[in-house]
């Protein structure tokens, strides 16, 4: 039951990386001059979201 509950939430991290580089890359296409603050952006927000994946791997584990 654990697995089912975790898979739902690598789901949901994929999910939201896609959609945070989709948005990354549609700005740096529009404006090239932000590339640098763009993309230490979104390798921030990509970890966050990671990390979030393997808070639910812990609470998976401890249940």
Avoid: C, D, H, K
């Avoid at 945070?20 to 890359?25: E, I, K, L, N, P």
């Avoid at 001059?33 to 584990?61: K, M, P, Y």
């Amino acid at each position: 039951m654990g697995a089912i509950g975790y898979s739902l939430g690598v789901i949901g991290a994929a999910l939201g990386i896609s959609l945070a580089a989709y948005g990354a890359m549609t700005s740096m296409a529009r404006q090239p001059e932000v590339q640098g603050r763009l993309f230490t952006v979104f390798i921030l927000a990509s970890a966050f979201i990671e990390a979030l994946a393997l808070i639910g791997f812990v609470v998976t584990l401890i249940s």
